[in-house]
């Protein structure tokens, strides 16, 4: 078919007397397109109209479609099973020419970042190998628009703690931030409203100021706005996950440091130069740090449970044993999660970031191995007579209760043979009975008794002698 420009040259050689055998010498075309020209009589090229084949299926495959969720191969399977005689690919043809499962194209906008102007910051889920097995990450990245200077965070999950946190470490990074960052829709920093009717949650408004920059969210469904932070993360997932292990997240989020600093010095064709060396001309233009960055951390109320752990996140902490049953505060930060009874750090463990049910146990948090359950028990008042009447009795009273034999009874059964026997040989059937750990008070008696025996009668002709080394009469 003749372009319209041929056409053109046509009528206009026709209209200076020319023929249709010259016109064609003259063009180079054949006599037969020079007079369908001709009668046609204009120089817009003609539709092209011809009947298409899965046109009489209009209806079925729309009903396909919708059934076979939007799969034309399956589409295609059951209007060949219906007896259709329809291609492939004249039937992916006419689905995209009447715009079934095809969105329209609509233009790249295009913008103009003056630096230290705009920073954008978003999310996306992907997936690395951490140990032995693939985890799901959410992958934060905060780009900067006039340098194109990127950096990335993973987190198991985001949450505005993580926000705040991967924030801060990206404004430590940079050395700044720039005048506004633009986002999403996210409700991690929304709080109401879309686009530019967007209101921030109140924390996530104070940190903006702390930083002096504000928060701008684009139109729904209009990500081409944040293009400088939506294009990396196919080269983060395509490129730094491709083939790489990580044995922590550590070791993932290190690694992924030193990958931006690699990418960030890499030339860009069509920037002219790398986004390090245009970051040293944005750097001048950005907000500097505040002169001091205080520690980011989320604050939990717990309640010490009868274990001697809080529970933060689906893992336990230790806490020391004496605050059971007591509230505490829990600071959550980046690396470390601190217990406070009122103003004062009773404990501190390494965070655990997943929400694996783990326990995290500092050993001095716990009481002396046996002496936990009795040093948590009130004193009796039997217990309290004994430690006055003979303090002797304190290791053997121990000795009992470590043997489950520490009850009222017993202890009054002790008192018994304190009261109602001389104290010498009472002390000595004690410090034997404890030596061999004897608990039986009634072996114990017998003990005594024994002593009692031996001290006070002497066999004829021997004179008797207490416990206590004196000579006496009985």
């Known amino acids: 078919m003749l372009d319209e420009s041929t056409r053109g040259a046509i009528l206009r050689l026709e209209a200076e007397g020319h023929g249709a055998r010259a016109i064609a010498r003259l063009l180079g075309i054949s006599r037969g397109a020079v007079k369908r020209t001709l009668r046609d009589g204009r120089a817009e090229v003609p539709p092209l109209e011809r009947a ?10 729309l009903e396909l479609f919708a059934t076979c969720k939007g799969n034309l191969v399956r589409v295609h399977e059951e209007l060949t099973l219906a007896g259709a005689r329809v291609s492939y690919p004249a039937l992916t043809a006419f689905c995209r020419r009447h715009g079934i499962g095809h969105a329209p194209a609509r233009p790249a906008g295009h913008y103009d970042f003056r630096p230290g102007e705009e920073m954008q910051h978003d999310t996306s889920p992907h997936e690395a190998i951490l140990g032995d097995r693939p985890r799901a990450v959410v992958t934060a990245s905060i780009a900067l628009c006039y340098s194109r200077m990127i950096y990335a965070q993973m987190y198991p999950r985001f949450t505005r703690f993580e926000c705040k946190l991967f924030l801060t470490d990206a404004f430590g990074y940079f050395g700044g931030a720039c005048t506004r960052n633009m986002i999403d829709n996210t409700h991690v920093i929304v709080a109401a409203g879309t686009g530019r009717d967007m209101v921030p949650a109140p924390e996530m408004a104070a940190f903006a100021e702390r930083y002096g920059f504000e928060w ?52 860009r064709r069509h920037l002219h130069a790398s986004p390090r060396e245009l970051f040293v001309l944005e750097r001048a233009h950005m907000k500097p740090l505040p002169a001091w960055v205080p520690e980011v951390y989320v604050l939990h109320h717990r309640i010490v449970d009868t274990e001697g752990y809080v529970n933060v996140n689906r893992n336990r902490y230790s806490a020391p044993w004496q605050l059971m049953g007591r509230q ?44 936990g359950v009795f040093a948590r028990r009130a004193v009796t008042a039997e217990e309290t007579r004994l430690g006055e009447r003979m303090h002797e009795t304190r290791p053997y009273v121990v000795l009992l209760k470590k043997r489950g034999r520490g009850t009222t009874r017993d202890l009054r059964w002790l008192l018994r043979i304190v009261d109602d ?12 009975a404890t030596r061999y750990g004897m608990a039986d008070l009634e072996r114990l008696e017998r003990m005594v008794l024994r002593r009692v025996v031996r001290n006070f009668f002497a066999p004829p002709g021997g004179k008797p002698r207490n416990d206590d080394g004196d000579d006496h009469d009985r």
Request: charged fraction near 35%.
């Open 52 to 61: 298409e084949k899965a046109e009489p299926f209009r209806e079925q495959i």
């Open 216 to 267: 701008r969210a684009h139109a729904v469904g209009d990500a081409n706005r944040s293009a400088r932070v939506e294009r990396p993360f196919d080269y983060i997932d395509n490129n730094f996950l491709a083939g790489r292990r990580f044995a922590d997240w550590e070791d993932l989020n290190g690694q992924l440091v030193v990958w931006c600093d690699k990418s960030n010095a890499t030339h």
């Open 328 to 371: 505490v505060e829990v600071r959550e930060s980046k690396e470390r999660l601190e217990i406070f009874e009122g103003p004062r750090k009773v404990a501190s463990h390494k965070r655990v970031l997943e929400a694996i049910d783990a326990r995290v146990i500092d050993p001095a948090h716990r009481p002396p191995r046996h002496e």
């Open 421 to 432: 026997y001389p104290g010498g040989a009472v002390r000595g059937a004690l410090e034997e």
